[in-house]
Protein backbone atom coordinates (compact mmCIF):
# COMPACT_ATOMS: atom_id res chain seq x y z
CA UNK A 1 0.00 0.00 0.00
CA UNK A 2 2.74 2.21 1.01
CA UNK A 3 4.18 1.40 -2.72
CA UNK A 4 1.53 2.52 -4.48
CA UNK A 5 1.12 5.50 -2.06
CA UNK A 6 4.62 6.61 -3.61
CA UNK A 7 3.66 5.54 -6.94
CA UNK A 8 0.82 8.63 -7.40
CA UNK A 9 2.79 10.53 -5.56
CA UNK A 10 5.37 10.37 -8.12
CA UNK A 11 3.08 10.83 -10.95
CA UNK A 12 0.99 13.55 -9.36
CA UNK A 13 4.22 15.77 -9.27
CA UNK A 14 6.28 14.40 -12.50
CA UNK A 15 2.44 15.22 -14.36
CA UNK A 16 2.07 18.80 -12.88
CA UNK A 17 5.86 19.54 -13.65
CA UNK A 18 4.55 19.00 -16.95
CA UNK A 19 1.99 20.53 -17.52
CA UNK A 20 2.82 23.64 -15.66
CA UNK A 21 6.54 23.49 -18.61
CA UNK A 22 4.17 22.69 -21.30
CA UNK A 23 2.86 26.51 -21.07
CA UNK A 24 5.61 28.22 -18.65
CA UNK A 25 7.01 31.42 -20.85
CA UNK A 26 3.94 31.30 -23.03
CA UNK A 27 1.97 35.01 -23.35
CA UNK A 28 -0.92 33.55 -22.46
CA UNK A 29 0.04 30.64 -19.90
CA UNK A 30 -2.53 28.19 -19.24
CA UNK A 31 -6.07 30.00 -21.12
CA UNK A 32 -4.24 28.20 -23.59
CA UNK A 33 -5.52 24.70 -22.42
CA UNK A 34 -8.97 26.01 -22.99
CA UNK A 35 -8.18 28.10 -26.08
CA UNK A 36 -6.63 25.05 -27.57
CA UNK A 37 -9.50 22.64 -28.32
CA UNK A 38 -12.26 26.14 -28.77
CA UNK A 39 -9.84 27.00 -31.90
CA UNK A 40 -9.65 23.44 -32.84
CA UNK A 41 -13.76 23.19 -32.62
CA UNK A 42 -14.05 26.54 -34.63
CA UNK A 43 -11.77 24.79 -37.73
CA UNK A 44 -13.40 21.61 -37.76
CA UNK A 45 -17.16 23.12 -37.41
CA UNK A 46 -16.22 25.76 -40.36
CA UNK A 47 -14.86 23.03 -42.62
CA UNK A 48 -17.73 20.30 -42.67
CA UNK A 49 -20.52 22.33 -41.79
CA UNK A 50 -19.65 25.73 -44.20
CA UNK A 51 -17.07 24.28 -46.74
CA UNK A 52 -18.65 20.98 -47.09
CA UNK A 53 -21.92 21.48 -45.90
CA UNK A 54 -22.09 19.14 -43.57
CA UNK A 55 -25.15 18.56 -40.89
CA UNK A 56 -25.58 16.13 -37.89
CA UNK A 57 -27.89 13.26 -38.68
CA UNK A 58 -31.22 13.48 -37.84
CA UNK A 59 -30.68 17.36 -37.35
CA UNK A 60 -33.41 18.81 -39.58
CA UNK A 61 -32.64 22.50 -38.40
CA UNK A 62 -29.24 22.47 -39.84
CA UNK A 63 -28.49 23.67 -36.74
CA UNK A 64 -24.48 24.60 -36.67
CA UNK A 65 -24.66 24.75 -32.59
CA UNK A 66 -25.81 20.53 -32.45
CA UNK A 67 -23.10 19.70 -35.20
CA UNK A 68 -20.19 21.24 -33.23
CA UNK A 69 -21.55 19.99 -30.00
CA UNK A 70 -21.87 16.21 -31.47
CA UNK A 71 -18.26 16.62 -33.11
CA UNK A 72 -16.81 18.38 -29.74
CA UNK A 73 -17.80 15.03 -27.33
CA UNK A 74 -16.18 12.98 -30.02
CA UNK A 75 -13.17 14.89 -30.26
CA UNK A 76 -12.33 14.84 -26.92
CA UNK A 77 -11.52 10.83 -26.81
CA UNK A 78 -9.59 11.53 -30.06
CA UNK A 79 -7.20 14.05 -28.95
CA UNK A 80 -6.87 12.20 -25.49
CA UNK A 81 -5.79 9.31 -27.17
CA UNK A 82 -3.70 11.07 -30.10
CA UNK A 83 -1.58 12.86 -26.78
CA UNK A 84 -1.02 9.56 -25.31
CA UNK A 85 0.03 7.58 -27.76
CA UNK A 86 1.38 9.98 -29.99
CA UNK A 87 4.25 10.67 -27.11
CA UNK A 88 5.13 6.65 -26.53
CA UNK A 89 7.61 5.58 -29.33
CA UNK A 90 10.29 8.36 -27.78
CA UNK A 91 8.78 8.17 -24.29
CA UNK A 92 11.91 6.07 -22.84
CA UNK A 93 14.69 8.27 -25.00
CA UNK A 94 13.23 11.40 -23.87
CA UNK A 95 13.64 10.38 -20.30
CA UNK A 96 17.17 8.10 -20.69
CA UNK A 97 18.13 9.76 -17.25
CA UNK A 98 15.32 8.11 -15.43
CA UNK A 99 16.20 4.47 -17.48
CA UNK A 100 19.29 4.25 -16.02
CA UNK A 101 18.47 4.92 -12.35
CA UNK A 102 18.41 1.51 -10.74
CA UNK A 103 15.75 2.35 -8.48
CA UNK A 104 13.24 4.79 -10.65
CA UNK A 105 9.93 2.57 -11.29
CA UNK A 106 10.37 3.16 -15.09
CA UNK A 107 6.07 1.75 -15.91
CA UNK A 108 5.45 5.55 -13.99
CA UNK A 109 6.35 7.39 -16.92
CA UNK A 110 3.56 6.21 -19.56
CA UNK A 111 1.26 6.79 -16.20
CA UNK A 112 2.73 10.53 -16.16
CA UNK A 113 1.41 10.98 -20.08
CA UNK A 114 -2.06 9.55 -19.08
CA UNK A 115 -2.61 11.98 -16.63
CA UNK A 116 -1.34 14.48 -18.57
CA UNK A 117 -3.67 14.07 -21.17
CA UNK A 118 -6.32 12.86 -19.24
CA UNK A 119 -6.20 16.79 -17.14
CA UNK A 120 -6.56 18.31 -21.24
CA UNK A 121 -9.44 15.71 -21.19
CA UNK A 122 -10.86 17.32 -18.22
CA UNK A 123 -10.61 20.96 -19.55
CA UNK A 124 -12.15 19.84 -23.21
CA UNK A 125 -15.48 18.40 -21.06
CA UNK A 126 -16.00 21.67 -18.47
CA UNK A 127 -15.37 23.85 -22.10
CA UNK A 128 -18.15 21.51 -23.49
CA UNK A 129 -20.49 21.81 -20.30
CA UNK A 130 -19.89 25.54 -20.83
CA UNK A 131 -21.08 25.56 -24.32
CA UNK A 132 -23.73 22.98 -23.61
CA UNK A 133 -24.99 25.24 -20.94
CA UNK A 134 -25.22 28.32 -23.03
CA UNK A 135 -27.42 26.53 -25.37
CA UNK A 136 -29.68 24.18 -23.64
CA UNK A 137 -29.70 26.26 -20.24
CA UNK A 138 -28.90 23.26 -18.21
CA UNK A 139 -26.26 20.45 -18.19
CA UNK A 140 -26.68 16.78 -19.02
CA UNK A 141 -26.96 13.76 -16.75
CA UNK A 142 -24.86 12.02 -18.84
CA UNK A 143 -22.01 13.84 -17.88
CA UNK A 144 -22.25 11.71 -14.59
CA UNK A 145 -21.85 8.63 -16.82
CA UNK A 146 -18.48 9.67 -18.85
CA UNK A 147 -16.11 7.84 -16.03
CA UNK A 148 -17.56 4.60 -17.50
CA UNK A 149 -16.32 5.04 -20.81
CA UNK A 150 -13.33 6.87 -20.16
CA UNK A 151 -11.79 4.84 -17.33
CA UNK A 152 -11.37 1.99 -19.63
CA UNK A 153 -10.12 4.13 -22.03
CA UNK A 154 -7.72 5.30 -20.10
CA UNK A 155 -6.55 1.71 -18.98
CA UNK A 156 -6.75 0.80 -22.44
CA UNK A 157 -4.03 3.39 -23.70
CA UNK A 158 -2.06 3.16 -20.73
CA UNK A 159 -1.44 -0.37 -21.90
CA UNK A 160 -0.58 0.55 -26.00
CA UNK A 161 1.38 3.42 -23.94
CA UNK A 162 3.26 0.69 -22.10
CA UNK A 163 3.83 -1.58 -24.75
CA UNK A 164 4.43 0.74 -27.93
CA UNK A 165 7.35 2.99 -25.64
CA UNK A 166 8.99 -0.49 -24.81
CA UNK A 167 9.49 -1.39 -28.21
CA UNK A 168 10.22 1.90 -29.51
CA UNK A 169 13.41 1.74 -27.79
CA UNK A 170 14.62 -0.91 -30.20
CA UNK A 171 12.63 0.09 -33.20
CA UNK A 172 13.53 3.84 -33.88
CA UNK A 173 10.95 3.46 -36.90
CA UNK A 174 7.93 3.00 -34.43
CA UNK A 175 7.42 6.67 -34.25
CA UNK A 176 5.96 7.59 -37.98
CA UNK A 177 4.21 4.33 -37.72
CA UNK A 178 2.33 5.31 -34.60
CA UNK A 179 1.58 8.70 -36.29
CA UNK A 180 0.34 7.12 -39.46
CA UNK A 181 -1.90 4.77 -37.64
CA UNK A 182 -3.23 7.60 -35.55
CA UNK A 183 -3.96 9.51 -38.48
CA UNK A 184 -5.54 6.73 -39.92
CA UNK A 185 -7.65 6.37 -36.64
CA UNK A 186 -8.95 10.13 -36.80
CA UNK A 187 -10.81 9.08 -39.90
CA UNK A 188 -12.20 6.06 -38.75
CA UNK A 189 -13.65 7.15 -36.13
CA UNK A 190 -17.18 8.26 -35.62
CA UNK A 191 -16.59 11.92 -34.67
CA UNK A 192 -17.70 13.38 -38.04
CA UNK A 193 -20.72 10.91 -38.39
CA UNK A 194 -22.44 8.24 -36.30
CA UNK A 195 -22.41 4.44 -36.43
CA UNK A 196 -25.49 4.34 -37.61
CA UNK A 197 -25.50 5.68 -41.10
CA UNK A 198 -22.63 3.21 -42.04
CA UNK A 199 -23.56 -0.10 -43.78
CA UNK A 200 -23.63 -3.08 -41.35
CA UNK A 201 -20.42 -4.75 -42.13
CA UNK A 202 -18.30 -1.21 -41.56
CA UNK A 203 -20.45 -0.75 -38.39
CA UNK A 204 -19.12 -3.74 -37.42
CA UNK A 205 -15.16 -3.45 -38.34
CA UNK A 206 -15.41 -0.31 -36.67
CA UNK A 207 -16.07 -1.91 -33.02
CA UNK A 208 -12.19 -2.67 -33.77
CA UNK A 209 -11.66 0.74 -33.03
CA UNK A 210 -10.80 1.68 -29.59
CA UNK A 211 -12.35 4.83 -29.63
CA UNK A 212 -15.72 4.05 -31.28
CA UNK A 213 -17.46 2.90 -28.42
CA UNK A 214 -15.90 5.76 -25.97
CA UNK A 215 -17.39 8.18 -28.82
CA UNK A 216 -20.82 6.56 -29.03
CA UNK A 217 -21.85 6.00 -25.63
CA UNK A 218 -20.71 9.72 -25.00
CA UNK A 219 -22.38 10.96 -27.42
CA UNK A 220 -25.44 9.31 -26.38
CA UNK A 221 -25.39 10.13 -23.34
CA UNK A 222 -24.24 13.53 -23.47
CA UNK A 223 -26.55 14.36 -26.30
CA UNK A 224 -29.29 11.75 -27.17
CA UNK A 225 -30.25 10.97 -23.42
CA UNK A 226 -29.38 7.58 -23.46
CA UNK A 227 -28.97 4.86 -20.58
CA UNK A 228 -25.65 3.12 -20.36
CA UNK A 229 -25.67 -0.21 -21.94
CA UNK A 230 -24.38 -3.14 -19.48
CA UNK A 231 -23.10 -5.91 -21.91
CA UNK A 232 -21.16 -4.06 -24.21
CA UNK A 233 -19.90 -1.84 -21.62
CA UNK A 234 -18.41 -4.94 -19.67
CA UNK A 235 -16.38 -6.25 -22.54
CA UNK A 236 -14.91 -3.05 -23.52
CA UNK A 237 -13.52 -3.26 -19.85
CA UNK A 238 -12.78 -6.74 -19.65
CA UNK A 239 -10.92 -5.90 -22.66
CA UNK A 240 -8.98 -2.63 -21.97
CA UNK A 241 -7.69 -4.90 -18.55
CA UNK A 242 -6.25 -7.47 -20.89
CA UNK A 243 -4.30 -4.93 -22.88
CA UNK A 244 -3.06 -2.97 -19.66
CA UNK A 245 -1.77 -6.13 -18.51
CA UNK A 246 -0.35 -7.46 -21.64
CA UNK A 247 0.75 -4.02 -22.08
CA UNK A 248 2.58 -4.23 -18.82
CA UNK A 249 4.07 -7.51 -19.08
CA UNK A 250 5.68 -6.97 -22.09
CA UNK A 251 7.42 -3.11 -20.83
CA UNK A 252 8.69 -5.58 -17.76
CA UNK A 253 9.82 -8.53 -20.14
CA UNK A 254 11.61 -5.81 -22.26
CA UNK A 255 13.17 -3.16 -19.76
CA UNK A 256 15.97 -5.23 -19.62
CA UNK A 257 17.43 -4.11 -22.47
CA UNK A 258 16.83 -0.13 -21.84
CA UNK A 259 20.01 0.65 -20.44
CA UNK A 260 22.16 -0.99 -23.19
CA UNK A 261 20.31 0.49 -25.84
CA UNK A 262 20.15 3.76 -24.71
Not at 194 to 214: F, G, K, S
Request: include cysteine.
Amino acid sequence: MRKLRSLLYLVGQLSRREIAARYRGTTLGWFWTVLTPLLTLAVYTWVFSEVFKARWVGDAANDKTAFALNVFAGMLFLQFFAESLGRAPGLLQANANYVKKVIFPLPALPLVTIATAGFNWLIGVLVWSVLYTVVHHSLPLGLLWLPLVMLPLALMTLGLCWLVSAFGVYLRDLAPVVAFILTLLSFLSPIFYPVEILPDWIARLLIINPLTLPIEFSRSWLLGAAQPAGELLLAYWLVAGLVALLGLSAFRLLRKGFADVL
